[in-house]
């Protein structure tokens, strides 16, 4: 009876932990406001501007309607002395910043903003946008226009990312470890491979040259408010924005270089273009992968490949690996040591049941399932089932069982 119980309670633990898994999902889910086309702030960049500058204002916005849809929905009156100034709100290309620009160049002086943008009703969404955001602030003109540009100074710093392949065919094991996949949608790719003792590594690889750029501009604050850094990589312009730190990825070498551009006149300057990738491009993109190093340092007993049958591995359907090692290991004697929980064959640590079939010849039962018999002789299969959906849930609640890989994100 207290067996029972304690077997009772276990599942209690492993349901009420499965219970937090909802919670993990709410944690990556989208935003709750992302499903709302809204901005709930718009502020000016800058208070201080050249003669022959633009006013900024950057906000949060949320969903994916366009920068040029909301033209229309933003009135705007820009004062100076009380005297309206003429000019018209203009997408920046940047995200989530608008721009007014003057009609001419500006008077130097204080000038007041007021105004409004109008935001569709949506009801089911409170607190994620007002439906009418109103604007107010000031800001001043400096007597002098905007400084000229010069090549900026771009620093850069590489690294080398290889994430393993998650497709079961691609692994290698050891020590009773029989991976599976399953799904779990988290706002991403979804999909995970795991196994719950053991130690496994991939054959292949999928390699990513991430460059981090440092942009360094000499101006007068008035001026750099106005001037976007972007990079350009292989003669295309990505990814303007205002801050100093860009950074940028691709699975092939690559040219990159950064420039600076004026919001407000249009002028551009750039730095000298650098390549990037060619002394690692085997290792980019889809690619081998030897894994007996990590192996060797992982493993207790034989490495071992197994066919993979509806997102799991077959233990009955196993063999060595390196194949041509098959036959160069010592298959007689009881079984080594190894792991033995969470299959039928951990009864024969001690001779019993799972024992049997080591008994006689080579041409035994065990040896007959594709190579299955030589792995449980050096203790690398004593796990002869894979965890079940359940299971697997009920150990991800325990706390026993962990996402060991996840699935590559190309692009």
Known sequence: MASNSAAIKAMSLALAGAALVPSEAEACSPDYCSYVDGWSSLEVVSTAIPTDGVLLLQGVRHGSISEEDWLDKV?????????????????????????????????????????????????????????????GFGFTV??????????????????LLVSES????????????????YAFDCGGSGTYVEWTEGFCAAQRGFGRLQVQVSVEVELPPATDALVVRELVVDGQPIQAQFYSSLGFSDSKPFCVAARVRNLATGETAMSEETCLGADVAAQLGDHAVDPSAALAAQCAGEAYTCVAENEQWDPA?????????????DTSGDPTEGPTSGGPDSEGSDG???????????????????????LVDHGCACDSTTPSPLGALMLVGLGLLRPRRRRRTIG
């Open 75 to 135: 009135d705007l009156t820009v004062t100076r002395d009380g005297q309206p100034i003429a000019g018209a709100v203009e997408a920046s290309g940047v995200r989530d910043v608008l721009l007014w620009r003057p009609a001419k160049p500006l008077e130097a002086g204080e000038y007041k903003v007021e105004g409004s943008l109008d935001n569709p009703e949506v009801p089911y969404y409170e607190g994620c946008a007002p439906d009418l955001l109103e604007l």
């Open 166 to 181: 998650d497709d079961l065919e691609d692994f290698v094991c050891c020590d009773g470890a029989f991976p599976y996949s």
């Open 142 to 159: 400096e007597a002098d226009p905007s400084a000229p540009l010069s090549a900026p100074k771009a620093s850069i710093v590489e690294n």
């Open 352 to 374: 019993s049941e799972g024992s049997e079939g080591s008994e006689g010849s080579e041409g035994s039962e065990g040896s007959a399932s594709g190579g299955q018999g030589e």
């Open 317 to 329: 359907q196993c063999t060595p690996w390196p194949a041509d090692e098959a036959t160069t290991s």
